[in-house]
């Protein structure tokens, strides 16, 4: 029996170690949110929003075609086993633009490379598998039609969503070889929606210390909230806000005290970050209130992923891409345009549980009237897909 306690205790202290090890999601997102941090030291008070599973796409699809130091730079920063992790990017795509989420998630993924440099079929196909990722050739000596197909392609993709990403003084008519794109759209339904009658016009401190009417939407519900602390001691507060099919969440995140300007709070956020709140947050009745807001962001990710590491995919000298193109090829842009819309639409109104909870007292006010931070997570996977700051909505 002392055997058979000890082969429990191994099993349990192995999975509770297992489960520590970060889902591929995590390890993807992890890179993303450190993208995210190059980009908002730069910006501090405008409006950010990235998508950290996008970025990990666009090195996702990359990574096949590469070899040697440029494949270990990939795989070194995206903390990825050797082989790749194609087989959970590939279900997490399906899961995500899965035709239940009612066009709430909208990604395009693309390769564009210059006519004249055929693209390995293995290379094509992989990606196509993994990510619904097409890969084209175009001729960039003609800056103004080539920007115009990535542009009209993008668009076709997310809808009419995202109409360009691209502009033809990005591209070298000479020297362009490779553009990798990732466009991604989100526009969740609540699970819990917000009235429209109660959305009012209320003001929000912005970023830049100027006081902005913005529309205030208001719900009184049952949210799962907790206040959390950085390791130099800020206090700061999270409250999720799931999406219907309970599946994806926002979280928001405030600073607890109203002078704590946001960029004191970001540099720490990780998935671990994230995975940690969850153990302090617990179901609590408030009045909630939040700006409706519409955010979209172009980042160009050439020196926030140099800044972490992954130089030589960029670098016509040192790029070895021999699975991607038999001509020797460099990456000469890889871009990114998130957009996301906050309002009122939800499905049903929350469940007669919480109509119980509602009906006694009159509860705390949380109103998030001053920059914040918010992340959009697929919860089994622990994926972030969207991270953003508001400076002003």
Known sequence: SRHSGWLLWLHSYCSSVLSLAPSYGERGSDLGIQVFQQVVRAKPLENVVLSPHGVASILGMLLPGAHGETRKQVLNALRYKKNGPYKMLRKLHKTLTARSNQDAVLIANAMFSQ??????????????????????????????????????????????????????????????????????????????????????????????????????????????????????????????????????????????????????????????????????????????????????AEVDLKDPLAALGITDIFSEGKADFRHLSSEPVHVSKALQKAKIVVNEDGTKAAAATTAILLARSSPPWVTVDRPFLFLIRHNPTGTILFMGQINQP
């Open 115 to 296: 006519e004249g440099f055929p693209m390995e079929e293995a290379f094509v196909a992989t990606n196509k598998a993994n990510f619904q990722c097409e890969s084209r050739s175009l001729d960039f000596s003609n800056t103004h039609r080539a920007a115009d197909e990535i542009n009209t392609w993008v668009n076709n993709k997310t809808k009419g969503h995202i109409p360009s990403l691209i502009k033809a003084d990005m591209l070298d008519p000479s020297l362009t070889r490779l553009v990798a794109v990732n466009s991604i759209y989100f526009k969740g339904l609540w699970k819990s929606r917000f009235q429209p009658e109660n959305t009012k016009m209320r003001p929000f401190n912005g970023g830049d210390g100027n006081v902005y009417k913005v529309p205030m939407m208001s719900q009184l519900s049952v949210f799962n909230i907790g206040m959390a602390t950085t390791p130099q001691g800020l206090k700061y507060k999270v409250i999720e806000l799931p999406y219907h099919g309970n599946t994806i969440s926002m979280l928001i995140v405030l600073p607890s005290e109203e002078d704590t300007p946001l960029s004191r709070v970001v540099p720490h956020i990780s998935t671990a970050t994230v995975q940690s709140w969850t153990k302090l947050m617990h179901m609590k009745k408030v009045r909630l209130l939040i700006p409706k807001f519409t955010a979209d």
